[in-house]
């Protein structure tokens, strides 16, 4: 699970649609989306699941549905990311088979404790600091409390909340393998240049799943076959 990981929030999109912004993410080096969507129906999240997945395919950008089983399903996505209070993870893996990524969210020491026995890929360590954009957890784990569970857990982790390019290279050094963002890229100007320079704290040079920079290169054509340049 190395590399920048975008979870979306439409809440944040302004006058850009969500779509607008992943393209651009995409283009920008981005390593993983996850489409976080509490409040659409099951039809219009299949609907724009569907459309994102497209978007992602041609690029080998893994989608990670948060939360529904079902969606993932349905749109042929790549994963699913669960909380403590979701789908168990058992139930999940059998569902979507060996081969889904799952991730799940842990917000204190006795869900760490617990996912040591869990099917899952990765844990995405939430929040690693206080930020707007979570604020149904019990505290912030901080740079300390990243290290201690790096030092006992199995599993990679995702770290995520409040981080920035302020902050990104602190979460790699205590131990971090990917890094998750919200607002650094949906409230950025430009989102394709702000994933560019996050990707590249993250690790010098863009990787993860999409490849190497030359495909990164490739990515463009393929997000736009004309060759232009949007405005």
């Known amino acids: 699970m190395k590399g920048l990981?975008?979870?979306?929030?439409?809440?944040?999109?302004?006058?850009?649609?969500?779509?607008?912004?992943?393209?651009?993410?995409?283009?920008?080096?981005?390593?993983w989306v996850q489409l976080r969507e509490k409040e659409l129906s099951t039809r219009i999240f299949v609907e724009e699941a569907t459309r994102i997945k497209e978007l992602l395919a041609p690029l080998n950008i893994p989608l990670i549905i948060n939360d529904r089983v079902d969606v993932a399903l349905a749109v042929g996505a790549?994963?699913?990311?669960v909380g403590q209070s979701d789908m168990p993870c058992e139930l999940v893996?059998?569902?979507?088979?060996?081969?889904?990524?799952?991730g799940l969210s842990v917000e204190t020491w006795e869900d760490v404790l617990r996912a040591?026995?869990?099917?899952?890929?990765?844990?995405?360590?939430s929040p690693i600091f206080e930020t707007p954009?979570?604020?149904?957890?019990?505290?912030?784990?901080?740079?300390?409390?990243?290290?201690?569970?790096?030092?006992?857990?199995?599993?990679?982790?995702?770290?995520?909340?409040g981080l920035n390019e302020?902050?990104?290279?602190?979460?790699?050094?205590?131990?971090?393998?990917g890094i998750a963002v919200v607002s650094a890229i949906f409230t950025a100007a430009d989102v394709e240049q702000a994933t560019r320079h996050l990707s590249q704290l993250v690790c010098p040079?863009?990787?993860?799943?999409?490849?190497?920079?030359?495909?990164?290169?490739?990515?463009?054509r393929a997000l736009d076959p004309s060759g232009e340049e949007e405005t």
């Open 205 to 220: 040079v863009p990787f993860g799943i999409v490849g190497e920079l030359t495909r990164l290169q490739g990515s463009k």
């Open 5 to 31: 990981y975008l979870v979306t929030d439409r809440r944040l999109c302004g006058d850009r649609t969500l779509e607008e912004i992943v393209k651009k993410a995409a283009r920008g080096g981005i390593a």
């Open 93 to 102: 893996r059998r569902l979507m088979g060996p081969r889904a990524i799952i």
């Open 116 to 125: 040591e026995k869990q099917p899952v890929d990765y844990l995405g360590v």
């Open 133 to 161: 954009t979570k604020t149904d957890t019990q505290f912030a784990w901080g740079l300390e409390g990243l290290a201690r569970i790096r030092a006992f857990s199995r599993h990679p982790l995702v770290a995520i909340g």
């Open 166 to 177: 302020t902050n990104i290279e602190d979460a790699i050094r205590a131990g971090a393998e």
């Open 78 to 81: 790549e994963g699913v990311h």
